[in-house]
C-alpha cells in the first residue's frame, strides 16, 4: 500500500522524521518498502511517500484511519477524524431506493445514500495528486471520491448513476441462472451460480466487492447518485477475483476482511466531499440493512495472570 506523509497527518498527530516513521512501522510489522522525498504540485510544499508491505491478517490497515491509529499507539500522537457530513434523519432515501440483502450469508451489511444535483468535472489537484501518487487514475470527481475514501478509510464505496436504475430495487444475490455481465472495463465476464452480483431488479449492476458495470457507470450527463458501502464475504469475493483474474483495490481489501462497523461512516465522509467538490445534495436518511451484526467478543482477563507476565500490578479498575 502507497500514502503521502502529509495525508497520514490530517489522521494523526505527528512530529516523526520520515525515516524514523519507516523505522518504526517495520518494527511493528509493516515494512516499508520504500520512502521518496517529493513535493505537493499546488503548494510545492515538501512530502514523502511511503510504500508498505501489508501482511493479510492486517486488512485494517489498508486505509489511512488503520495506519493512523497504529501510529498513534507508537507514537502517542493524537488522532484526527476528517470532516464529514452524517445523513439527517428522515425516511426521504427509502422513497427513492428500495434494498434487498438476498444473500446474508454473502453479504453481511449494505448501506446507500442518495446524492442529487451532482456536477461531474475534474478533480482538484491536490486530491489527484495523491491518488495517482498511490497508484491510482483520476477520472472525474465522483469517481474520484469514492477511491479517495477507499484509500482513507478501507471501506470500498461504489457510485452508481441514479437514472440508469430503472427499478431502483437493489438486490444482492448470487448470480445463479445470470451467465454474462459487462464490467466497467467493457469486457464481458462469465459467471457461475456462486459470484454475488448488485441488481437492479433483475438486471445485475455490479460485480460485487469486485468492479461495477458499464451499463451503471457514472457518466458526464450523471446528475443523481447511489452511493454503496457494502461489506461481502472475504472468501466469495476472493474465489470470484481469481477465477476472473480481474483484481481490483476494492476486492484486494475485501479478500482481508473489511471492518461492518466502517460502511456509514465511509459514505458520510463521501457525501461530504461530493458536496464540496461535486456541488451534491443528500437526500436525508440511510438505506441500511444490517443482517449479519456481529457480537461483541468478550475477553476475560485475570489481574494475578496480567502482574505475572507484565511484572508490575495493574487495578481492575484501570
Known amino acids: ?8 497527518k490530517e489522521f494523526v498527530a505527528l512530529k516523526a522524521a520520515p ?15 520504500s520512502l521518496a522525498a517529493q513535493c505537493e504540485p499546488e503548494t510545492n510544499e515538501e512530502d514523502w511517500l511511503f510504500e508498505i508491505g501489508v501482511t493479510p491478517n492486517r486488512g485494517d490497515c489498508l486505509g489511512l484511519a488503520g495506519l493512523a491509529r497504529e501510529v498513534s499507539a507508537l507514537t502517542g500522537g493524537r488522532l484526527r477524524s476528517p470532516a464529514a457530513s452524517p445523513a439527517v434523519k428522515g425516511s426521504a432515501v427509502t422513497k427513492r431506493v428500495n434494498i434487498a440483502v438476498g444473500a446474508p450469508r454473502l453479504c453481511g451489511r449494505y448501506s446507500a445514500r442518495v446524492v442529487d444535483q451532482v456536477r461531474i468535472g475534474p478533480s482538484p489537484a491536490s486530491m489527484r495528486y495523491r491518488l495517482e501518487s498511490c497508484g491510482i487514475r483520476s477520472i472525474n470527481n465522483v469517481v474520484d471520491i469514492t477511491n479517495y475514501v477507499m484509500l482513507e478509510s478501507g471501506q470500498p464505496l461504489h457510485a452508481f448513476d441514479m437514472d440508469r ?32 452480483l448488485i441488481c437492479d431488479g433483475d438486471i445485475p449492476v455490479a460485480l460485487a466487492g469486485v468492479m461495477g458495470g458499464m451499463n451503471s457507470e457514472v457518466s458526464d450527463s450523471t446528475t443523481s447518485l447511489l452511493l454503496e458501502s457494502a461489506n461481502f464475504d472475504p472468501m466469495t469475493i ?11 483495490e476494492a476486492s484486494h481489501r475485501f479478500e482481508r476482511g473489511v471492518n461492518p462497523e ?32 456481529p457480537k461483541p467478543a468478550a475477553i476475560v482477563l485475570r489481574e494475578e495472570r496480567l502482574m505475572r507476565l507484565l511484572g508490575a500490578r495493574i487495578e481492575g479498575q484501570e
Open 262 to 293: 466502517g460502511t456509514i461512516a465511509a459514505l458520510d465522509r463521501a457525501v461530504y466531499l461530493l458536496a464540496q467538490y461535486a456541488g451534491g445534495v443528500p437526500v436525508n436518511g440511510v438505506a441500511d440493512r444490517y443482517p449479519r451484526r
Open 19 to 33: 525515516e524514523k516513521l519507516a523505522e518504526l512501522l517495520t518494527m511493528a510489522g509493516l515494512e516499508v518498502e
Open 165 to 196: 436504475l430503472p427499478t431502483r430495487k437493489i438486490n444482492v444475490r448470487p448470480a445463479n441462472e445470470i451467465k454474462k455481465f459487462t464490467t466497467l472495463d467493457g469486457l464481458d465476464r462469465e459467471l457461475v451460480p456462486e459470484d454475488l
Open 1 to 8: 500500500m502507497k500514502f503521502t506523509l502529509n495525508w497520514l
Open 238 to 248: 476472493r474465489r470470484t477475483a481469481k477465477r476472473l483474474g480481474l483484481h481490483s
